[in-house]
T-cell receptor, first 116, second 109 residues
């Protein structure tokens, strides 16, 4: 089945220790998104790629970086995690930008990050 | 600024009907999505409205009024598995998705 896969599902890191979260998709979608979601809050878009074009949200901290080496994979790098970065990180894909022709986003299962 | 408002929490009884409201103020409008999110899981797509009116999909229906900046999600014949958060998201003029914080729906037997 075509899907969005995130690894790991649970990640524990220490304060200030870099961490990388990964996402892969078999849907062959052009757009990949990274969201941060804290408990009972709306998903917060960090950035998205349209093919190789990187789009950073204005309020995404510099501590967060992303790479998309090919269509299938996208990585989220947190250079120096702080306690406030503990959250669920969701990867999503869509054929084109969400809303264009009603294109929905397909989400991976998420990675729950704990910062000690 | 851009804003999506939904009730924080609602409670309903198994077998009943519940309506979850969403109001929005955004820079332009290119459609409204409803997603379901079970605790600790990723959101899954439920419906999409871009024109005024009601879209029905099995037990779930979604309504949109663009002039009022208003939508609702109607869930019929509630089942225990419907206990989840329901997220409203609007696409603005730049095709950016603006998300609401979600409505936590609690189903009681």
């Amino acid at each position: 089945d075509a899907m969005v896969i995130q690894n790991p599902r649970y990640q524990v890191t220490q304060f200030g220790k870099p961490v990388t979260l990964s996402c892969s998709q078999t849907l062959n979608h052009n757009v990949m998104y990274w969201y941060q979601q804290k408990s009972s809050q709306a998903p917060k878009l960090l950035f998205h790629y349209y093919d190789k074009d990187f789009n950073n949200e204005a309020d995404t901290p510099d501590n967060f970086q992303s790479r998309r080496p090919n269509t299938s994979f996208c990585f989220l790098d947190i250079r120096s995690p702080g306690l406030g970065d503990a959250a669920m990180y969701l990867c999503a894909t869509s054929i084109s930008l969400a809303g264009e022709g009603g294109n929905e986003q397909f989400f991976g299962p998420g990675t729950r990050l704990t910062v000690l | 600024g851009q804003n999506i408002d939904q009730p924080t929490e609602m409670t309903a009884t198994e077998g009943a009907i519940v309506q979850i409201n969403c109001t929005y103020q955004t820079s332009g409008f290119n459609g409204l999505f409803w997603y379901q999110q079970h605790a600790g899981e990723a959101p899954t797509f439920l419906s999409y409205n871009v024109l005024d009116g009601l879209e029905e999909k099995g037990r779930f229906s979604s309504f949109l009024s663009r002039s009022k900046g208003y939508s609702y999600l109607l869930l019929k014949e509630l089942q225990m598995k419907d206990s989840a958060s329901y997220l409203c998201a609007v696409t603005d003029s730049n095709y950016q998705l603006i998300w609401g914080a979600g409505t936590k729906l609690i189903i009681k037997p």
